[in-house]
Every structure is written in C-alpha cells, then in structure tokens.
C-alpha cells in the first residue's frame, strides 16, 4: 500500500514590531531580534504631525529630519537582525530617507556588516505639486493657498509598491518616508505571498494584519490597561506584538512567551476599532479595507487568531498631510496646595487674564484650566463635594509672535510674589505651533523611487 504524501504545511510569514510611535521603547525590539522567531521587524515612528517637525529640522539642516532615534534603534538591533536573516521595514526616514539611509550605511559599516543592502524609498515630498494647484484642505474647505507662505511640507501616504520593489531588490533595510502605517506591514506579506495588486480580499486581510500590529504596544495591553477592570500583567517590561501571517492572509496575534502585557480578544479587538471611521471602508493607497467581518478568536494564552478582513479596489486618490506654521503658544503653569486651594487657583486665574488684559497682550486664543478639577473636560467636568488637596493652574494662549508668547508665562510666573499665597513649582514655555491638515491627490501625481544602496 503507497503511503499518501503529507500535505504541505502552509507558508507562514512572521512579522515582529520593533516601535509604535518616534519616541518608543527601544528594549521590546531587541527582544524580538534575539528572541523573536521572525522573518520582518517593522518600526513604525510617523505620526502627523511628526513629518512636518522633521520637515522643519531639515529645514535648518540638510543632512537632518529623519527619526531622531534611528540610530541607537540600528545599533541595537542590526547585529541580531544580520546575524539572524530579520529584514526591517521602518518610515523612519520621515522627511529625509536618504539622510537616513546614509546614516545606516555609516553604522551598517561601523558593525562590519559588508554588503549589508539599504534601500530608500523617496516621493511622498509633494509640496511643489500641492502648491501649484489649487487644492483644497479637508478639514476647512479652504485652499492651501490662503496659507501663503506658512506652509512647510506637504507629504503624501504613499502604499506598500515601492518596498514591495525594494525588497525584490534584495533590500535587507528598508527606509521610506511618509507611508500609510499598514504599508509597512502589507509590504512584506506581498513580496514573500506574491499577492497581485488587484487581489482585493487579501490586501484588504493584509491591512487589518498591519492595522493590528502598528501601535506596538498597544495591542500587548499597554492601552488596554484599566486597573481594577482589565488588568495587565507587568506593564513595566510589555512585549510588542509579534504577527504571525498565512498565505490567505490569516493573522496569529501573540507575542515571546517571557515579554510583560498579554494579547487577548480584548485587546484585539480595541486595537482593531482605532483609529477608525467607517469600519467597511477603511481608504488605504493600496485597497479599500472592509473590518466589518473580521472574526477575532482566543487559541490560547498570548495567541489570537484573526481572519475575515476584506476590501474592495484602491480609490486612486492619495492623502496628503499638509504641515504648516500656525503662530505661537506661550505656557504658565503654578501649582496651589492645602486648605484653600482650589480657591487659591481660581484667583490666581482671574488675576492673569485680567492682567494678560491689561498689559496688552495679543492673544488668538486662551485658554486656562486647572488640571486635576476641570483640565480634560472643561465645563462638562463634574461637580465634586470634596475639596482638592491640590490644584494646578494652567494657563496657555496662541499669539502671532514669540516675545507676546513668553509674556503669558511671565504673567503666570509673576504669581509667585504678585498673587494668592502658597503658589509654587511655577514653569513656563513659549514654542511655535505646527498644524496639520490634509488634501487629496491622484495617485498618478506622485512617483515613487527606490534607492538602493551596499554597506
């Protein structure tokens, strides 16, 4: 009797996730480069704002406006990521990936990894093509014109086509710019699979895999955390997630068996609601995702099956986020406490807005709140029949200039010996506002480049 061959094991793709956010924790990723069965490591570090800040960096220095902490992320992890086969996918490049990817080459060469392969991807930056046309912001419906001269940068989330690209190029880092956060992750999952472009129904299970696992952390427990109502086990030492990927797309959530946090349905399915407007049209570059039959389910400790993600063709249009100088805001801030002090504050309040009044001060817009009694919700705050032991004061406004937003710390700080009694642990800051708005462009505006470089 002929034995009847085993049938293949499907192929699976690990993808580990090295940050969430620019400033992330740095240890959870060495962990996954040492430990972590994985093929990818994907660090995703580009909030909105963040790209029109590194804009403005580069502004002052041309070799600068990529991550800040790009380069103690490299030195910690590529030595295990080389000596293990782990490809890293990051957008760390944020305004400048070839300043980047230059820095890489520089300490790719300083841990002798010769013939170590970086790839760049450039073309988000299309401040010339936003400016040229007369394109309107979608938050205001005003042109990006009335802006004049305030705008800073302009930068498109471009898709998972040009890493896709760089990893068939043999690209063992690779660095874009702006990218639509599951970009990063669909990516890798369409160069090892060979996904076509047009394969709806897994692009669309493959962004609800990169939806999951952006925000590191946060689908390990850390946001999920709520003392006494949803417990997470030693927060202290949280593991990122690690995604383990079928062929059809299907998503195993978990994380190393020895990392803080924990992954559950909850959690899950927390992270799969944010963030998110229309959970059956969720608009990527690459696909319209639908949510709306997603099926999360508990395998075990640490380990969640999710599956059911599907999508529907890309809509041509590309957002763009738009960076631009909003003025100034100055901050003061005094702290009140014992017997009286909420009153303490209140007064000191209504001294510096009648001062701010009466010396002049330009302001757009002011705002003052006394943190730990009405801070978060303003006048929606409840009442509260115990007095606070503590109150804290603070006081902002938006001005034109810097020297009118310093005043309004001066103001506050004058406080110490200008106003109620007891007030102490005075600061104060003036900084310059960068907002952020968004335009549609057509995806055929933009073209997208891969530069390849050797170590």
């Not at 924790?25 to 994985?38: M, S």
């Not at 103690?72 to 490809?87: D, E, Q």
């Not at 936003?130 to 940068?153: I, K």
């Amino acid at each position: 009797m002929t034995a009847t061959p085993a049938s293949p094991l499907p192929r699976i793709v690990r993808l580990g996730v090295g940050a969430g956010y620019s400033g992330d924790r740095i240890e959870p990723a060495v962990e996954l480069a040492q430990h972590g069965e994985i093929d990818y490591l994907v660090f995703e570090c580009l909030a909105e704002r963040t790209i029109a800040l590194a804009q403005q960096a580069r502004l002052r220095d041309p070799e600068a406006g990529f991550d800040p902490l790009l380069a103690a992320r490299l030195r910690a992890v590529l030595p295990h990521c080389a000596a293990r086969g782990i490809r890293i996918l990051t957008n760390m490049g944020a305004a400048n990936p070839l300043g980047a990817a230059r820095c890489a080459m520089a300490i790719a060469a300083e841990l002798g990894l010769q013939g170590f392969k970086i790839a760049a991807v450039t073309g988000d930056d299309v401040l010339a093509a936003v400016q040229a046309g007369e394109h309107r912001l979608l938050e205001t419906g005003d042109t990006v014109a009335s802006l004049g001269d305030r705008v800073l940068s302009a930068n498109a989330y471009l898709g998972a086509a040009p890493m896709v690209q760089a990893l068939a190029q043999g690209a063992q880092l690779v660095i874009t710019g702006r990218a639509a956060d599951p970009a990063l992750f669909l990516a890798p999952l369409v160069h090892a699979f060979g996904w076509a472009w047009d394969d709806w129904q897994r692009l669309g299970q493959g962004t609800v895999v990169g939806h999951l696992l952006e925000c590191a952390g946060q689908v390990t427990g850390g946001y999920f955390a709520d003392p006494g109502f949803k417990d997470v086990p030693d927060l202290a030492r949280l593991g990122f997630p690690m995604g383990e990927v079928s062929e059809d797309g299907g998503l195993v959530v978990t994380k190393l068996a020895a990392a803080g946090g924990c992954v559950t349905e909850a959690t899950c399915k927390e992270q799969l609601l944010y963030e998110i407007h229309d959970p059956q049209r969720y608009l990527q570059p690459d696909v319209v995702a639908d949510f709306s039959e997603v099926t999360v389910q508990q395998l075990g400790p640490d380990r969640v099956q999710v599956s059911g993600g599907r999508g529907a063709p890309r809509s041509g249009l590309l957002k763009v986020s738009v960076g631009y100088h909003d003025g100034f805001v100055g901050e003061g801030q005094i702290a009140y406490a014992g017997p009286g002090a909420l009153a303490r504050a209140q007064l000191a309040q209504a001294i510096v807005e009648e001062r701010l009044a009466l010396t002049g001060v330009a302001l757009r817009e002011l705002r003052c709140e006394l943190i730990g009694v009405n801070a978060l919700h303003g006048a929606a705050s409840p009442p509260s029949a115990a007095e606070p032991y503590e109150v804290r004061l603070r006081v902002a406004a938006r001005t034109d200039t810097l020297a009118e937003a310093v005043r309004v710390g001066n103001e506050v700080e004058t406080l110490y010996t200008n106003g109620p009694a007891g007030g102490g642990g005075a600061s104060k800051s003036a900084r310059e506002i960068v907002a952020v708005q968004s335009v549609l462009l057509p995806e055929s505006a933009i073209s997208p480049q891969v530069h390849l470089m050797e170590a």
